[in-house]
T-cell receptor, first 116, second 114 residues
Framework: AQSVTQLGSHVSVSEGALVLLRCNYS??????LFWYVQYPNQGLQLLLK??????LVKGINGFEAEFKKSETSFHLTKPSAHMSDAAEYFC??????????????FGKGTHLIIQP | DTGVSQDPRHKITKRGQNVTFRCDPI?????LYWYRQTLGQGPEFLTY????????KSRLLSDRFSAERPKGSFSTLEIQRTEQGDSAMYLC????????????FGPGTRLTVL
């Protein structure tokens, strides 16, 4: 069984400030981990994924995330927020044993607000 | 590569009616997934196919829900005797079964049951 907890349903940062979105997972088997972004009335777009190759993963739009097994975390960061980063962000997990191609278990999401 | 498409984008129906949604995956993808997303929540996995075979179904997929992928290409999701609790965004995604397994999502079908 797997689950994902995203701390903070809403996060507000100033433009140019550091973005930190938190994700903790629970999985009885080694996981693959993902961050997706969703803009209003659109589907989900993959930001980055952890597939056990490297613990620090770089994604699109300047985002990166670090897998910390000891903390069961996969927090998403971006050094400098841009107004266009305002969106809903979802962390997701799927078991490694499924080759990464099983159904995803998502967190409830974090709404990122960028203050001018 | 035209991406994952879903039709219709919006559907309004009355309680008790049947509805059917269609998903066209990226052409070379052999896995196809259905998710449901309610307001303020993350997507919840419903079911997935590898080619035409339905490999896994969530317990969220009640008897009123049925999904098909008859020729291993497009898929349909039917909801019979809709209830107000079925109101949600229904998302489709596709991926390759092995290797590059990233799930690519369509824009979704928003269902409103009156």
């Amino acid at each position: 069984a797997q689950s994902v907890t995203q701390l903070g349903s809403h996060v507000s940062v100033s433009e140019g400030a550091l973005v930190l979105l938190r994700c903790n997972y629970s999985s009885s088997v080694p996981p693959y981990l993902f961050w997706y972004v969703q803009y209003p009335n659109q589907g989900l777009q993959l930001l980055l994924k952890y597939t056990s190759a490297a613990t620090l993963v770089k994604g699109i739009n300047g985002f990166e995330a670090e897998f910390k097994k000891s903390e069961t975390s996969f927090h998403l960061t971006k050094p400098s927020a841009h107004m266009s980063d305002a969106a809903e962000y979802f962390c997701a997990v799927t078991p490694y044993s499924g080759g990464g191609a099983d159904g995803l278990t998502f967190g409830k999401g974090t709404h990122l607000i960028i203050q001018p | 590569d035209t991406g994952v498409s879903q039709d219709p984008r919006h559907k309004i129906t009355k309680r008790g009616q049947n509805v059917t949604f269609r998903c066209d995956p990226i052409s070379e993808h052999n896995r196809l997934y259905w998710y449901r997303q309610t307001l303020g929540q993350g997507p919840e996995f419903l079911t997935y196919f590898q080619n035409e075979a339905q490999l896994e179904k969530s317990r969220l997929l009640s008897d009123r829900f049925s999904a098909e992928r008859p020729k291993g290409s497009f898929s349909t999701l039917e909801i019979q005797r809709t209830e107000q609790g079925d109101s949600a965004m229904y998302l489709c995604a596709s991926s390759l079964a092995a290797g590059e397994f990233t799930q690519y999502f369509g824009p979704g079908t928003r269902l409103t049951v009156l």
